[in-house]
């Protein structure tokens, strides 16, 4: 099982501000393994959201916004919107690649 | 721009062996660390292996250790994931991925393919 545990899932209506968390432990983000972002559009392969705790790819828009502090990383959403609606994982390094158990975001 | 397209998914039996490929293009693969990352049917992300760039240095998730060989080949451009014992439990969308360097991320990833062990 996963060692990264998300919400399964998080809903907020459009426009509204969302957040989802991804707490670890001291062998993997608490060690000082960077958190990372994906984001999974229904039926398409996971695109990166954000890496490195909070920094964007080229082309994802400022909404989306990453943050890490101890043992818990965060992904907040701002001003919702309905093409948001997708699985979100979080993924760092504890002796391997792991992932978080993914949550489900629904636009209202 | 980057592609990785992957194939090789299909229908095999429990016990059964399967050959996946991955084929890059738009990046110098041979620079660039990958991995294989699965999804079983309605669950989460699991990695699954990884190569280093010039193939010395793998690894393997505990639940395919002994079972599942990764390799590539540089000069074309290709990942593969030989599968042998395969079991039920084994069914999943198989993703590959290119690795940031040393930076422990998925910068790019293919559109998936099937694989379903099934009697």
């Known amino acids: 099982q996963s060692v990264l545990t998300q919400p399964p899932s998080v809903s907020g209506a459009p426009g509204q501000r969302v957040t989802i968390s991804c707490t670890g432990s001291?062998?993997?983000?608490?060690?000082?393994?960077?958190v990372h972002w994906y984001q999974q559009l229904p039926g398409t392969a996971p695109k990166l959201l954000i890496y490195?705790?909070?920094n964007r790819p080229s082309g994802v828009p400022d909404r989306f916004s990453g943050s890490k502090s101890g043992t818990s990383a965060s992904l907040a959403i701002t001003g919702l919107q309905a093409e948001d609606e997708a699985d979100y994982y979080c993924?760092?390094?504890?002796?391997?690649?792991?992932f978080g158990t993914g949550t489900k975001v629904t636009v209202l | 721009e980057v592609q990785l397209v992957e194939s090789g998914g299909g229908l095999v039996q429990p016990g059964g062996s399967l050959r996946l490929s991955c084929a890059a293009s738009?990046?110098?693969?041979?620079?660039?660390?990958m991995n294989w990352v699965r999804q079983a049917p309605g669950k989460g992300l699991e990695w699954v292996s990884y190569?280093?760039?010039?193939?010395?240095?793998?690894y393997y998730a505990d639940s395919v250790k002994g079972r599942f060989t990764i390799s590539r080949d540089n000069a074309k451009n290709s990942l593969y994931l030989q599968m042998n014992s395969l079991r039920a439990e084994d069914t999943a969308v198989y993703y590959c991925?290119?690795?940031?360097?040393?930076?422990?991320?998925?910068?790019?990833w293919g559109q998936g393919t099937l694989v379903t062990v099934s009697s």
């Open positions: 490195g705790n909070s």
């Open positions: 993924q760092s390094y504890d002796s391997s690649h792991v």
């Open positions: 738009g990046f110098t693969f041979s620079s660039y660390e």
């Open positions: 991925a290119r690795e940031r360097g040393g930076l422990n991320y998925f910068d790019y």
């Open positions: 190569i280093s760039s010039s193939g010395s240095t793998i």
């Open positions: 001291s062998s993997n983000i608490g060690a000082g393994y960077d």
